[in-house]
C-alpha cells in the first residue's frame, strides 16, 4: 500500500477533478491514457534491448571501453550510444542502470543521458532540414562540450559515497 501511495492519491485527485468539472477531468484522463499507451510502445522494446545487453555483452568488455580507464574512447562511445538512442528519455534510465551494474564509469553514464535527451540523430537531421546544415552544426557543437562538461562538473560535485550509492541502487535493480 505504501509502494503506491503516490499513484493512489493522484487516482484520488483525478477523480476529484472528473467531480468538480467533468470536461476538465475527462481531458485529464485522456492525456493519462495517451501517455500510458505511448509508454506500452516504448518501455517493452527498451528492456528487451537491456536483456539483450546484459547477456551479450561481457562486464569486462564494458570496463574497457567504458569503465574508469577508458579515457575519451569511453566519453565517445557515450556520445555515439546517446546519440543512437529512439524514444523518450524515460527509456534512458534503465539503460544507464544497466550500465552502472556493467562498471560503466558514472561520468561516461551522465554523458550518455545528456547525449540521448540532446543530440539524437534523427533529431539532428529533422534540424538539418528544417532549420538548415549550419543551425544543426552549431547547436552539435555547442551541446556535444557542453554535455561533456557537465558530466565532468556533476561528477566533482556529487561525492563518492553517493555515486557508489548509485551504482548499488542499479545494482539491485
Do not use: C, H
Request: glycine share 8%.
Amino acid at each position: 500500500m505504501k509502494k503506491y501511495r503516490f499513484f493512489m492519491l493522484t487516482a484520488l485527485v483525478l477523480a476529484g477533478v472528473i467531480l468538480l468539472n467533468r470536461q476538465l477531468g475527462i481531458k485529464a484522463l485522456g492525456i493519462v491514457g495517451f501517455s500510458f499507451k505511448e509508454m506500452l510502445m516504448v518501455i517493452p522494446p527498451i528492456f528487451i534491448l537491456l536483456g539483450l545487453l546484459d547477456i551479450w555483452v561481457p562486464k569486462e568488455t564494458m570496463v574497457r571501453y567504458m569503465g574508469e580507464d577508458s579515457g575519451w574512447l569511453g566519453v565517445i562511445l557515450a556520445i555515439l550510444l546517446g546519440s543512437a538512442a529512439a524514444g523518450p528519455l524515460y527509456g534512458a534510465f534503465p539503460i544507464a542502470a544497466v550500465f552502472m551494474k556493467k562498471g560503466v564509469r558514472f561520468t561516461n553514464v551522465l554523458i550518455f543521458i545528456g547525449a540521448w535527451s540532446t543530440t539524437k540523430i534523427p533529431m539532428f537531421l529533422f534540424e538539418m532540414a528544417s532549420l538548415g546544415t549550419s543551425f544543426a552544426l552549431i547547436r552539435l557543437a555547442i551541446d556535444i562540450p557542453g554535455i561533456i562538461f557537465i558530466a565532468y562538473i556533476l561528477n566533482f560535485f556529487v561525492s563518492k559515497a553517493e555515486i557508489e550509492d548509485i551504482y548499488k541502487k542499479a545494482e539491485s535493480l
